[in-house]
């Protein structure tokens, strides 16, 4: 059983929820065939001034069958005070990979993936692609991933303009782990075909490491950048938090 503080420091101009999804870092690590996941409900109604009403879930659920491997996730949520909206988020991604060789390392996938954000002026975003994925190191304390992914994008935003492109998603993932330390950072990288200066990055980086024997300081950093963005909607949002994790 795993208790986490996360009082420490939050330092952003919100990330609300980055236009990129972060699928690696929702994989299941788990072999074992058949389903398994999660699902997280929130609610919360507090009437000070005025009501604030917060409510939303997410869920990521796996299964695994022989080389087949499907992902479903989805997140949702919202905040409304004094009848203003302020976080309206969602979205849903499904995906399959089909892995080749003995150690199935190679990997082919497909997609599809629908969001939408008012606080980036994303009324509808429609994603669908496919490509590989390969894993040259895949151990327990030494992980590389990396994978490219041609997809077309159907967006309209909130300011009524419509916008259909064929992007390149590329990621890389790393992940090394020794003793009571462990590091991940993930990578995204989004150029528009027939246009590489419209483009979005988007990093993913966590450490974790061990002050006593029940006690880990954690701490994670995320950063968006999009080089063609509406009006009035920052380039660049990033958020870092810093907390402590009580193991017993």
Excluded: C
Excluded at 27 to 40: F, L, P, Q, Y
Excluded at 167 to 183: D, I, T
């Amino acid at each position: 059983m795993r208790l986490v503080i996360g009082f420490a420091l939050v330092l952003s101009p919100i990330l609300m929820f980055s236009q990129i999804v972060n699928v690696e870092s929702k994989r299941s690590g788990k072999k074992e065939e058949g389903w398994n996941g999660s699902i997280d409900l929130n609610f919360s109604l507090t009437r000070n001034t005025s009501d604030v009403l917060s409510y939303g879930g997410k869920t990521s659920n796996q299964y695994l069958k022989n080389r087949h491997r499907y992902l479903l996730l989805a997140d949702l949520n919202r905040v409304q005070a004094g009848g203003d909206i302020f976080v309206n988020q969602g979205y849903e991604h499904l995906r399959y990979n089909y892995e080749f060789g003995e150690e199935k390392r190679l990997a082919a996938e497909v997609f599809q993936q629908a969001q939408f954000n008012s606080v980036q002026k994303i009324k509808f975003r429609h994603l669908s692609g496919a490509g590989l994925r390969y894993a040259p190191i895949n151990q327990d304390s030494l992980k590389v991933w990396a994978g490219s992914i041609l997809m077309y994008e159907y967006e309209e935003l909130t300011t009524a303009a419509i916008q259909r492109n064929f992007r390149q998603s590329s990621y890389l993932l790393f992940y090394v782990a020794f003793k009571k330390f462990e590091f991940q950072t993930i990578n995204y990288y989004q150029p528009k075909w027939g246009d590489f200066s419209d483009f979005r990055v988007s990093t993913s980086s966590t450490v974790e490491f061990g002050v006593l024997k029940w006690l880990r300081f954690t701490t994670g950093f995320e950063l968006l950048y999009d080089s063609e963005v509406p009006e009035e909607v920052p380039a660049v949002v990033f958020s870092l938090k810093n907390g402590l994790r009580l193991e017993f």
